[in-house]
């Protein structure tokens, strides 16, 4: 039985840290020049340029969802 609650303890604590690391870092999708995450897309050329991400629906339902988790697992 103990064996099984530090199972349920140390999966817990992973899936917290992966949802933080998900939510704050910011190059989710890398290609060549161009970088995209949750929150901004961005070019590096001659001037790097970044511009906030569209606003599709899901994407400010998935944002919104996202910092919601965030809060509510901290409480």
């Known amino acids: 039985m103990l064996l ?18 998900s939510t704050i870092v910011s190059q989710w999708l890398v290609n060549g020049e161009h970088t995209a995450d949750l929150w901004q897309n961005c070019t590096s050329g001659n001037v790097f340029h970044c511009l906030a991400s569209s606003s599709n629906e899901w994407l400010q339902s998935v944002q919104a969802m996202m910092i919601l988790s965030v809060i509510f697992s901290v409480l």
């Open 4 to 21: 099984l609650l530090l199972g349920i303890i140390v999966l817990h604590v992973t899936v917290l840290v992966l949802l933080f690391v």
